[in-house]
């Protein structure tokens, strides 16, 4: 069979290295011309056709595979066969990924939005890195194959590149997001090649991240001297229309309906200077509109005089004494009435309240405050002992000042 050619492609940049993604995303609604796997027969849907996150396609990790690696044919490459043989062709056992990666070639035949198959953990969720939330492989998370029987520098350096790139592109934390395959499914050691060297691996993937959001910290401050009317942050109203991939795309990735998004990166000279995804009311990420899109589509968000003046005269009302403010290193503990960690979001396990104090680790997120269900919340970091002070491992959850209570 003729090898795939991609339907688009786009560039991965970070600092000197640059990566091109081979977009070829099996179609919705594709179907089995055989007998794949006990799950997939004849007839049978090839992939899950499902959003990941119960329907919201939102991302909450990102997990981690090896593959063998093969003899390509001549003219390709493992990457292109790999996804070749997941489909059309249907050899893949009924294994279907995010990504394959192999050396500098990337092939992606999922959009980071969907479900796959990849986790050997069907439907279910498990605890999650993050105290107090649970997990699926399939349902919540990207597959990134990385094709190596044994190590090889420029594979896994292109994989630490993509998997830095979705971690910011999708708003993930390569301390609590990323996930190895046999965390969902122990009798399967996998990644096999990057277990014994997870931390190293680990690391490289964390040295791509902060060389990439550090990039884009020093661009939003340019563009905050030179783009007066939209900043990082700023909650405006999207009309609307195509959305883009990257800020220098040739063309459309997909279009959007009207909504009320963030703006979560700028790029003041490009041709799609904003990238926003879409909020809900409370400020919380929700599905919509999410990648670059251009300027003439967003718009301030419109408020009332009287709503504004409503708003101040609430602020002056709050005691001085009632506004707490929570500095990175505080201890503190979680008030014992509290339900979930902010209106609408995972309830807080009776051991969270009861055993230990924390550390708080972050009060902002990329120089602004982290508003979840329309509260102010800070990083609950590493557990310490009521007694005596020993810190433990990080419970990495966010939660509302109001829950909180500072410890001496």
Known sequence: MAFLTPDSVYTIKIGEETRTVNVKIIPDGATAEKNIASYIQKGDLVKPNRKLSDGSGIPRGITVHNTNDIVAATGTNPAEQYARATYPNGNMNGVVVHYWVWENEIWQQLSDNEQGWHAADGKSRTESHIAGKEIGGNVDTIAVEIIQSERNEKTEKTAAILIAYLLDKHGLSPETDIYTHNYFYSNKYCPSVLLPVWNEFSNEIKSFYNALTSLQENTSEEDKETNKEFSVGDIVNFNGGNVYVSSTASSAAGNSKACTAKITLTASSAAHPLHLRAVNENGDFVSGVYGWVDGSTVKPRETTSSTSKEEENVEEKIPET???????????????????????????????????????????????????????????????????????????????????????
């Open 322 to 408: 009632e506004q707490k403010a929570f500095a990175a290193g505080d201890i503190v503990s979680v008030k014992s009435d509290s339900v979930e960690y902010y209106p609408g979001g995972v309830k807080i396990p009776s051991w969270v309240k009861t055993d230990y104090f924390y550390e708080i680790s972050q009060v902002t997120y990329r120089g602004q405050k982290m508003i979840k269900g329309g509260k102010e919340c800070v990083l609950l970091g590493r557990k310490v002992d009521k007694n005596t002070g020993e810190k433990y491992s990080s419970i990495n959850s966010w939660i509302s000042t109001e829950l909180i209570n500072a410890e001496k």
